[in-house]
């Protein structure tokens, strides 16, 4: 999906939800899971073609707030 927006946070991840990075963070902040940001979001629920995308995304949040939370 061609964007003119440069802001890597607002990246469209799921082109079927229209679902962007930054609403996965918030959703993953909230204390969601794939499952229920699927649910919330759509993502992950069409096609499917996100799901490598957003379960590294996941992951790497995940990493981020263990690290964070062991400072
Ligand atoms: S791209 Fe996310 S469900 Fe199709």
């Known amino acids: 999906m061609p964007t003119n ?3 890597p946070e607002d990246e469209v991840i799921c ?3 229209g ?3 930054s609403d996965i ?3 993953f902040a909230q204390g969601l899971d794939m499952d229920a940001i699927s649910r919330k979001t ?3 629920s069409g ?3 996100c799901e490598w995308d ?3 995304m996941l992951r790497i949040l995940a990493e981020q707030k ?3 939370d062991n400072v």
């Open 15 to 17: 082109l079927c939800s």
């Open 66 to 68: 263990a690290a964070a």
């Open 19 to 21: 679902t962007t990075q």
């Open 47 to 49: 096609c499917a073609g």
């Open 25 to 27: 963070a918030r959703w």
């Open 5 to 7: 927006n440069l802001d």
């Open 42 to 44: 759509g993502a992950v």
């Open 54 to 56: 957003v379960s590294e």
